[in-house]
């Protein structure tokens, strides 16, 4: 403890310490040391957030979307013109290399809130008219909204539901994981500065079963975005489900990548290496079963066993590093325990399999070598269960039928990503999948326009774009005599 950082709350445009007065380590995982004390906040926190945010609603509701979204853009800029010190910070909370917080997680951030600040403009109703009646819908905001996130894309995923919740006219109570709480903390001490008005932004840190639960089962809460394991989804939803809330869930993911054997050979090994590894395996849209076209099966996996291992693992801040650290250590021998579970189910270890120990600073760090596992059948836990990190299965298939019903045999429905050159093929075989997303021949390319979630266990409800604003409103018909048509 007395670690260098004080994370503090954001409650009513102040930095406040929580009710409990206790706080916990944040790890830094490429070295396995703590470097900051995070609030483990509880109800007092969150009444107090709670009434802040009420007391000013009205205010932000009245000020239209034209200067919420100035006031956004602010936030945004301010980031921005500090986006060094963002991306040292989520790589030092997180592990991810520097780059790629640099590539990926700190503009994403910046542009998820410059995107929905303008995206509000846009938000409107409809207008119905028939001879006898005219009638048209408001879109209104709840009042305060809820949103709780995960540590694998930390300041990412934030303002994904930030952003949406705010330019809709919403005050908000925000929780950052406790695992990765920095960046939401150093975003919360731009909010006054940015010009957001006292209690409109509330962030809260603290441990998901103490303060994430009393977030989602207050009675004062009615709109929840949740991003997370889908068990944590499953109780958030039956908790909501009593005091009928409206919730999203954006959940786990068993994602397959399918490659045929009309596949342009390259694009296919570099993309199944990339879903499969990027962020050390831990992005929900990771590609963790990789299927592939018998005819081309070995082929296929000697290359992308030689990919895998060539890929450079180490210190997170060395600019030509690939792959940093796990989360944290629980984390990491979560996945060394998946890979236990792997060979005692008969399957066979291509490459890595192991913790990786770097030598020098990060010595101690939490490093796991990307791991390729051949021979395992469908129906196993490690081709069932959501591992999150550096490994992937390699399955072989036949034909298209037998590439649909692998891709589909898990209960989760999140990505998928096809890799062939018959275009007629893509889209036929992107149709029969079960999941929110598909991508041909890539994997990952986003536009914040589309709809983003899951099928099955990865979740319910559609963000991005418009939607994500809609989910943050109540919709409204007023009706009355169609006077023109009188
Ligand atoms: P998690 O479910 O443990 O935690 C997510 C958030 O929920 C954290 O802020 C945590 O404090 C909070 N929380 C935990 N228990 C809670 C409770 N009982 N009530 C309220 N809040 C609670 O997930 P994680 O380990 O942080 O993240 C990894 C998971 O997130 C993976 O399963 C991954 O697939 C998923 N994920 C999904 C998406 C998506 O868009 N579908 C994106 C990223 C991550």
Redo the contacts with the bound molecule.
Sequence with gaps: MANGIKIQNFIGGQMLPPASGEYFDSINPAIAQSFADVPDSDARDLELAVTAAEKAFPAWRGMGAEKRAAIMHKLADLIEANAERFIEAECMDNGKPLSLCAAVDIPRAIANLRFFADAGKLLGGNTYESPGSYSYTLRQPFGTVAI??????PLL?FTWKLAPALAAGNCVIA?????TPLTAFMLSAFANEAGFPKGVLNVLH????KI??A??QHPRTPAIS????????R??YS?GAKLLKKVSL????KNPTVVFDDADFAKAVTGAKMAGFTNQG????CGSRVLVQDTIYEKFRDALVKEASDMSIGDPLQPDILLGALVSKA?MEKVLSCLDIAEQEGGRILTGGRRKIVPGRCAEGYFIEPTIIEGLPLHCRTNQE?I?GPVVTLMPFRDEDEAIRLANGTEYG?AASIWTEDAARGERVAARIDSGIVWVNCWNMRDLRTP???MKN??VGR?GGLRALEFFTEEKTVSRPNAAKA
Excluded at 226 to 233: E, I, L, P, Q, R
């Design positions: 709780i996130s995960p540590w694998n894309l995923l929780k950052p994981s406790e695992v603290g441990r998901g079963p994430g639960a977030i989602t949740f991003t997370g394991g889908t068990a944590t989804g109780e958030i908790g954006e959940l786990g993911g831990q992005i929900c849209l984390h959501e999150f999140l983003f979630g899951g990865s979740g963000e």
